[in-house]
């Protein structure tokens, strides 16, 4: 180890030592200055502290980066064939619920936002999925009852005067109970329907990953274990939704919509989701509840 460290040392401190100062400032911020020293400015790569928190940092970053796209393939999905089957609406509330609870309360605790900077990015996204999983089951207007519920609970859960830090605790607690229960309508639902309908894969695995090097980054990071063990449960419950995704994967209820582009369907879909198109859209809703369907399923 001796000798491959010197070998590093020899080909990286003349850049290490030569760091612009921008870069240089947000790597000891991120690291720490002693690890900083010990990683960055020494070359020391035997220092396994040091080297679990950098290990730890990147897989944080890698995480909020990637959660910022993880739902977009559902979103499309979703646009593209203008159904909800096989998704289940009581899922992905239950989880925009715990979401929010997670993320008021990592906000006020103050922790690094590399510890849980997806939470906010995947619940906007799950906010959408939500209202579209609504409008293409014949319920668009409790969207907006959804979208007004949840700004109002995180209102309250921000501000010190209405939700003490000993409720949010408490709330946390629950929060990762939530999270549990947010996969079980999902599990059901595919079982019921012998299929993964227009559940996307990609978030299904993204999850997976996600949610299993969050236990890591949790454990070198975050003295909290009402997180962890949410992170556990989440894991666990998100392997199971992953196996029946590879069970499922060539039944006749998996739809193979695409998922990686929005197609002119989709895109016209889209304007009238987001009220560019407010009169066709009401006869479009119309004339699409009134089409045989399995929109209502899930």
């Keep these: 180890m001796e000798a491959l460290e010197q070998t590093l040392r020899g080909v990286l401190q003349p850049i290490t030592h030569n760091l612009p100062k921008p870069l240089a400032d947000t790597a000891a911020t991120l690291l720490g200055d002693s690890c900083y020293r010990s990683l960055v400015h020494n070359i020391n790569i035997s220092d396994a502290t040091c080297m679990k928190l950098a290990i730890s940092k990147a897989l944080g970053i890698a995480i909020v980066g990637a959660s910022a796209v993880v739902k977009i393939p559902q979103l499309l999905k979703l646009l593209n064939s203008q159904s909800a089957e096989g998704i289940s609406f009581l899922s992905y509330a239950l989880e925009t619920a715990s979401f929010l609870i997670s993320l008021m309360y990592n906000v006020r605790n103050r922790f690094a936002f590399s510890t849980y900077g997806e939470v906010a990015l995947i619940a906007i996204q799950n906010i959408a999925i939500s209202v579209l999983v609504l409008q293409y089951s014949g319920k668009g207007a409790a969207g907006a009852v959804f979208v007004a519920g949840l700004a109002a609970a995180g209102y309250a859960m921000y501000s010190e005067s209405i939700t003490s830090m000993g409720m949010l605790q408490y709330l946390q607690a629950g929060a990762g109970l939530l999270g549990v229960a947010s996969k079980l309508p999902q599990i059901v639902t595919i079982f019921q329907q012998g299929g993964t309908g227009q559940l996307s894969?990609?978030?299904?695995?993204?999850?997976?990953?996600?949610?299993?090097?969050?236990?890591?980054?949790?454990?070198?990071?975050?003295?909290?274990k009402l997180i962890l063990y949410g992170f556990i449960a989440g894991f666990s419950l998100n392997a199971i939704i992953a196996a029946q995704m590879l069970y499922y994967w060539n039944s006749p209820k998996s739809k193979a919509t695409t998922q990686t582009k929005l197609e002119p369907r989709g895109e016209k879909a889209a304007k009238q989701a987001l009220g560019a198109n407010g009169q066709t859209s009401g006869v479009s809703s119309g004339s699409q509840r009134n089409k045989p369907s399995t929109r209502r399923r899930g």
Aim: charged share 10%; hydrophobic share 50%.
């Design 201 to 224: 894969a990609f978030a299904v695995f993204n999850y997976l990953a996600g949610s299993l090097s969050r236990i890591f980054t949790t454990l070198q990071e975050v003295p909290d």
